[in-house]
């Protein structure tokens, strides 16, 4: 016999309304009623099964209301476990009406909105917006209802006494919502963080390229096993190519090097990739730009390898130093040229008269070197000044210019002394005519404005081997036939002598 006062029996969807039960029992004898079973026409035998049946069920009805029993319970904790993780979750979950105002909101949404969640209750949540996204948040919403698709995007949340809060929504709908198709849902995940990194990130990018561009500095990739080149679009404003016409294999890209560059910069690059270990270093090197005009540039060349050790990529950091080479041929130009003339100075004079010595040595040649001292220089500068004795000067090495040979060497001292190193001559009359045809050149009077001015030339000479072995010695000593020269008489030479 069930017994409704004992709990066991009661169904645990009834056993919080007894009164529900009793009238479940009411409805359960009625239908018993209905049955019209005639109990007299059952057998003592029948009337065994039957009871041992009721018993069977009984038990099965008991089993059945404690896994009843078992799974509320299972369901009260998975229940109570779920509200913990939507409230303590550090996502901000939002559930939302048609018309966008707020039903439901966890901590973690109220405070990115920085309002209590009772307050939130019925509140739009575009008023949390800044007006400069209201348009992505709406046009987003429009598409959510008309696809019913999952929408992503990001905007900022309005600070009370702070700058706003980037937040990516994540919106859906919740059909699952009985009665209110409706509603939707959002989650809020705040990326300030990432926003201040990628502004960070992009602010150094910006400098970097800022400093790349004033520094003239890019960059490409070689890949020394199939020989294949990468440039970036950056490339166009150092070589004028635009993308299409980049180089795509080492090959092209060699066809820009300038010819006398192109062996050895090539043997450069193999080298360093079959190097083992090889430490970052630099090249040189000319390129053809698109507009036909060579540039210096400047590569520092750095390895990247495999697991295997193995060079798969070669990084050329390159820059464009053609003003600094310009800059430093300049110096050195002004550094071995004497200002005023133009002539090689006394340091170049020395270390191309010792070629022109060594190649003299070599083929057994004679070689002459010519000292020339200008009379009457100083007179001429001090009587009409310095600006006109040194276009006398200028005049004078223009005139040593023209009367030589393209293999000789014409060099200024200082002052009003020249000398000419005259390369392969057959004898000591070779060095004479030669000087005849200078003092001829210089006799001729100079006509600086409206003077005709007139510097005769003293003129020493010294051959090589007979005279010096050195440079020094030969200028020594043609200097001091140039002295007994001008004893002489002015335009006049003199070979050295014993």
Same mark, same amino acid.
């Given at each position: 016999?069930?017994?409704?006062?004992?709990?066991? =029996?009661?169904?645990?969807?009834?056993?919080?309304?007894?009164?529900?039960?009793?009238? &479940?029992?009411?409805?359960?004898?009625?239908?018993?009623?209905?049955? #019209?079973?005639?109990?007299?026409?059952?057998?003592?035998?029948?009337?065994?099964?039957? *009871?041992?049946?009721?018993?069977?069920?009984?038990?099965?009805? +008991?089993?059945?209301?404690? +896994?009843?029993? %078992?799974?509320?319970?299972? /369901?009260?904790?998975?229940?109570?476990?779920?509200?913990?993780?939507?409230?303590?979750?550090? !996502?901000?979950?939002?559930?939302?009406?048609?018309?966008?105002?707020?039903?439901?909101?966890?901590?973690?949404?109220? %405070?990115?909105? +920085?309002?209590?969640?009772?307050?939130?209750?019925?509140?739009?949540?575009?008023?949390?917006?800044?007006?400069?996204?209201?348009?992505? =948040?709406?046009? =987003?919403?429009?598409?959510?209802?008309?696809?019913?698709?999952?929408?992503?995007?990001? $905007?900022? /949340?309005?600070?009370?006494?702070?700058?706003?809060?980037?937040? %990516?929504?994540?919106?859906?709908?919740?059909? @699952?919502? @009985?009665?209110?198709?409706?509603?939707?849902?959002?989650?809020? *995940? #705040?990326?300030? +963080?990432?926003?201040?990194?990628? %502004?960070? &990130?992009?602010?150094?990018?910006?400098?970097?390229?800022?400093?790349?561009?004033?520094?003239?500095?890019?960059?490409?990739?070689?890949?020394?096993?199939?020989?294949?080149?990468?440039?970036?679009?950056?490339?166009?404003?150092?070589?004028?190519?635009?993308?299409?016409?980049?180089?795509?294999?080492?090959?092209?890209?060699?066809?820009?090097?300038?010819?006398?560059?192109?062996?050895?910069?090539?043997?450069?690059?193999?080298?360093?990739?079959?190097?083992?270990?090889?430490?970052?270093?630099? $090249?040189?090197?000319?390129?053809?730009?698109?507009?036909? $005009?060579?540039?210096?540039?400047?590569?520092?060349?750095?390895?990247?390898?495999?697991?295997?050790?193995?060079? *798969?990529?070669?990084?050329?950091?390159?820059?464009?130093?053609?003003?600094?080479?310009?800059?430093?041929?300049?110096?050195?130009?002004?550094?071995?040229?004497?200002?005023?003339?133009?002539?090689?100075?006394?340091?170049?004079? #020395?270390?191309?008269?010792?070629?022109?010595?060594?190649?003299?040595?070599?083929?057994?040649?004679?070689?002459?070197?010519?000292?020339?001292?200008?009379?009457?220089?100083?007179?001429?500068?001090?009587?009409?000044?310095?600006? !006109?004795?040194?276009? /006398?000067?200028?005049?004078?090495?223009?005139?040593?210019?023209?009367?030589?040979?393209?293999?000789?060497?014409?060099?200024?001292?200082?002052?009003?002394?020249? !000398?000419?190193?005259?390369?392969?001559?057959?004898?000591?009359?070779?060095?004479?005519?030669?000087?005849?045809?200078?003092?001829?050149?210089?006799?001729?009077?100079?006509? $600086?404005?409206?003077? @005709?001015?007139?510097?005769?030339?003293?003129?020493?000479?010294?051959?090589?081997?007979?005279?010096?072995?050195?440079?020094?010695?030969?200028?020594?000593?043609?200097?001091?036939?140039?002295?007994?020269?001008?004893?002489?008489?002015?335009?006049?030479?003199?070979?050295?002598?014993?």
């Amino acid at each position: 016999m069930i017994n409704l006062d004992d709990s066991r =029996h009661v169904p645990v969807a009834f056993a919080s309304d007894p009164v529900s039960m009793l009238t &479940l029992r009411q409805r359960a004898e009625a239908q018993l009623g209905i049955l #019209d079973v005639d109990e007299h026409a059952i057998t003592p035998e029948a009337a065994r099964r039957l *009871v041992h049946e009721l018993r069977v069920h009984q038990i099965e009805l +008991e089993m059945q209301n404690d +896994e009843l029993r %078992r799974v509320q319970d299972a /369901l009260e904790l998975s229940l109570m476990r779920y509200f913990d993780l939507y409230e303590l979750a550090p !996502v901000g979950y939002l559930t939302l009406n048609q018309l966008g105002l707020i039903q439901q909101a966890n901590l973690a949404a109220a %405070r990115l909105l +920085e309002t209590p969640r009772i307050h939130l209750l019925d509140q739009p949540l575009s008023r949390f917006i800044l007006p400069e996204d209201q348009d992505i =948040h709406y046009r =987003h919403r429009q598409q959510l209802w008309s696809t019913s698709e999952r929408q992503s995007y990001e $905007i900022r /949340l309005r600070q009370a006494d702070a700058e706003p809060v980037w937040v %990516r929504l994540e919106t859906t709908l919740a059909p @699952e919502v @009985e009665g209110d198709p409706s509603v939707w849902r959002v989650n809020l *995940v #705040d990326i300030s +963080e990432r926003k201040r990194s990628e %502004r960070d &990130l992009l602010d150094t990018q910006e400098r970097l390229r800022l400093v790349a561009e004033i520094a003239e500095l890019t960059f490409w990739e070689w890949d020394p096993r199939t020989n294949a080149v990468f440039f970036p679009p950056e490339w166009w404003r150092q070589t004028g190519y635009a993308l299409g016409e980049l180089p795509r294999w080492l090959g092209d890209w060699a066809t820009l090097l300038h010819p006398e560059d192109r062996e050895r910069i090539l043997a450069c690059l193999g080298g360093f990739a079959a190097e083992d270990h090889a430490a970052p270093c630099e $090249i040189q090197y000319r390129l053809r730009r698109k507009d036909g $005009i060579y540039r210096w540039f400047a590569a520092r060349l750095e390895s990247i390898r495999n697991g295997a050790d193995t060079v *798969v990529r070669v990084l050329l950091v390159h820059q464009d130093v053609t003003r600094r080479k310009e800059s430093e041929d300049q110096a050195v130009r002004l550094a071995q040229h004497d200002p005023l003339t133009g002539l090689p100075s006394r340091a170049l004079l #020395d270390q191309l008269a010792n070629h022109m010595l060594a190649s003299a040595r070599r083929s057994g040649d004679q070689l002459a070197i010519l000292f020339f001292d200008l009379d009457r220089f100083k007179p001429i500068n001090d009587t009409y000044g310095h600006a !006109v004795g040194d276009r /006398l000067l200028q005049s004078v090495a223009q005139r040593l210019r023209d009367a030589f040979r393209a293999e000789d060497l014409v060099a200024r001292l200082g002052g009003d002394e020249f !000398v000419v190193v005259l390369a392969r001559i057959g004898d000591s009359d070779d060095a004479a005519r030669a000087a005849r045809t200078a003092i001829a050149a210089l006799t001729l009077p100079h006509r $600086i404005d409206k003077l @005709e001015l007139t510097c005769l030339p003293s003129l020493g000479i010294s051959l090589f081997p007979q005279d010096g072995e050195t440079v020094d010695q030969l200028i020594q000593r043609s200097d001091t036939a140039m002295y007994h020269a001008k004893q002489i008489s002015p335009g006049q030479y003199q070979f050295v002598t014993d």
